[in-house]
């Protein structure tokens, strides 16, 4: 084996080396799969991590929704809001603990021209008894315009009047928002940061809801314009809205940079649609708020959309790839390398020397196949063999019923019937004779028990119907069949009686029988179908029947014959055979073979290809 060993590996030597270089190549590029399909999964777990993080924010902006359409409720609920009123109510709301986000509720009411002095001096009362009798609100920004939406409620109290009096339909970026929304009845979300509260990464924005008079129609814009009543409004802080979320994200480094893309106004009133605006950045400092974004092939980065009540904010995620690795991670790729080749170089040789014997293993398949043909066809020769010998065996048994009837019916039936006449005349002399006549009559009825008794064992043997054609021994069998089983029984014959020679009219009679005999046994049916149909010289028998149907496997059921013995009468004629269940419950057998132009002799068995059958 050694020297073999030597032989071969100096005499393939540049085999060798070219296996050895395909070994590299495939180590390599299992290398770059692997590292590939496990940069793939990581990718993949950081942006489920991502999504969800994405749905926790989704759900907190859709509780501060709630919570701004909670307000605009209990507000519109009464015709007078005072102080204390809106100051218990946002008490109850516990806002640090249950909406940490929220810095301030307040509501503007809105006031026309007409009333601004009323409502000022009222304004100027409440906030008096709030913060003392030095504090003064004024409209800010001053002047006069036929309407106002002036903040009356501030929660929680910011402690300066300042703060009260603010008409927000004077902020340049608040008014076509606001009309908007007095016209919608929906929610609306500022694009602007809040210039009172915001800092350099520490963005206040604003959501407000118009709030209507109680009970009054808001079906049309011109009703909702005439029952606008004011607005309220939360102030929310982006970093506690975020606050907690990448501790969602099972990822160390996770960088999260919120920007607001859509069509906004800045502080002064100018369309600023064109920038993005950035809201909060986990790197941010307020010296450096945005700091520039993370790029190149080491990162991961996922950008999402969110919808902020009309707003589209954009949150990118950004991550170091080295953060979602394992230890085995890294690992991997090179033990897959080194797999690769040591599999390679082993599959190379295993190749390599099983080549060597490749012609005599193709020497051996050729002879085996030669073999295995004759085999085969020794086989069939033998299958045909054992076909004509059950064909014969069937014609020797119905030769022999046959013979047995008619012998049955010439000798056993007339001896029957003379004895019948001779009890009979016994009885009708013995009448006078009561005892006598008595058993006359008793031995003349055991008689007719006989003769019925060999009329019966005659039609088993070969009913003498099946002399005056098949489908006139078909609607025997039918009535038969119903009277005894009690399931009706219809057939369906569209062509009449037609000249077979004997032995197809009885093969054709012994599938009806046995496929009958079948239903009774298994199908537990309550209906059966008998169809003959004739076309181009190929009779065809169906029984279809509306039981349980066949089961998996049924046909080759261990002791059961009876669907092999059809289909062996079938192929005998040359015929075919199929068996099926309906979608619906039940099963169908469907034979069909030539019987006009046919010798009145039973032919030899046609050949295998010219037959066929199935179970379906």
């Avoid at 590292?35 to 993949?44: G, V």
């Amino acid at each position: 084996m050694a020297s073999l060993l030597r032989e071969a590996f100096s005499v393939t030597r540049l085999s060798f080396w070219t296996g050895a270089l395909m070994s590299s190549l495939i180590g390599t590029s299992l290398y770059i799969f692997t590292q590939r399909s496990i940069e793939s999964d990581a990718r993949e777990r950081f942006v489920n991590h991502v999504r969800y993080a994405q749905n926790v924010i989704g759900v907190r902006v859709k509780s501060y929704t709630d919570l701004l359409r909670g307000a605009a409720s209990q507000i519109q609920s009464t015709d007078t809001l005072t102080h204390r009123q809106f100051h218990a109510y946002v008490q109850g709301l516990q806002l640090p603990h249950s909406f940490p986000a929220v810095e301030y509720i307040n509501y503007a009411a809105y006031v026309e021209e007409a009333d601004r002095e009323d409502f000022m001096r009222g304004l100027r009362k409440e906030v008096e008894e709030l913060l003392g009798p030095k504090a003064e609100p004024v409209i800010t920004p001053p002047g006069i315009r036929p309407s106002y939406l002036i903040v009356r409620n501030i929660e929680p109290d910011p402690g300066h009047p300042r703060f009260y009096g603010l008409d927000l339909k004077a902020i340049p970026y608040f008014y076509s928002q606001l009309t908007e929304e007095r016209d919608s009845g929906t929610v609306f979300s500022a694009g602007t940061a809040i210039p009172l509260l915001s800092k350099p990464n520490n963005i206040y924005l604003g959501m407000r809801m118009p709030v209507y008079h109680i009970e009054a129609p808001v079906d049309t814009v011109a009703r909702r314009r005439a029952a606008y009543r004011g607005s309220v409004g939360i102030a929310i802080s982006v970093p506690k809205l975020l606050k907690g979320v990448l501790d969602e994200i099972p990822v160390d480094n996770v960088r999260m940079t919120l920007y607001d893309t859509g069509r906004r106004m800045d502080a002064n009133g100018k369309d600023t649609s064109g920038t993005r605006l950035t809201l909060f950045d986990s790197r941010g400092t307020p010296a450096q708020p945005s700091p520039p974004l993370d790029t190149g092939r080491e990162r991961f980065s996922v950008s999402l959309p969110l919808d902020f009540n009309g707003r589209p904010w954009t949150i990118i995620y950004s991550v170091n790839k080295a953060a979602l690795y394992t230890e085995f991670d890294d690992s991997y790729p090179k033990m897959m390398m080194s797999f690769g080749f040591i599999g390679s170089m082993l599959l190379y040789a295993l190749l390599f020397i099983l080549m060597s014997s490749r012609r005599a293993a193709l020497a051996l398949a050729r002879e085996m196949t030669s073999e295995l043909r004759e085999s085969q066809s020794k086989l069939q020769l033998s299958h045909q063999k054992l076909r004509r010998l059950a064909d014969h065996a069937y014609q020797v048994k119905e030769h022999e019923r046959k013979r047995i009837a008619r012998e049955i019916h010439d000798d056993l039936g007339q001896n029957l019937l003379a004895l019948r006449i001779e009890a009979e005349m016994l009885a009708t002399r013995s009448r006078t004779h009561s005892h006598l006549h008595k058993r006359a009559t008793t031995t003349l009825q055991q008689i007719d028990v006989t003769i019925k008794s060999v009329r019966q064992i005659i039609n088993d043997l070969r009913p003498t119907v099946l002399d005056l054609g098949l489908s006139a021994a078909v609607e025997w069998q039918a009535a038969q069949f119903q009277r005894r089983t009690g399931i009706k029984c219809q057939i369906d014959d569209d062509h009449g009686e037609i000249a077979m020679p004997d032995y197809c009219a009885t093969a054709f009679f012994r599938i009806l029988q046995e496929s009958l005999t079948n239903i009774v046994r298994h199908a537990n049916a309550s209906k059966v179908v008998i169809q003959l149909r004739l076309n181009g010289g190929w009779l065809t028998l169906i029984v279809r029947d509306n039981g349980c149907g066949m089961p998996p496997g049924g046909r080759n059921k261990h002791g059961s014959f009876g669907l092999v013995g059809i289909e062996e009468r079938i192929l005998i004629l040359g015929g075919t055979c199929a068996v099926f269940s309906e979608n619906d419950g039940g099963t169908t057998i469907m034979v069909s073979a030539p019987v006009l132009g046919l010798p009145d002799t039973q032919p030899l068995l046609l050949s295998e290809h010219e037959t066929g059958s199935a179970v379906i």
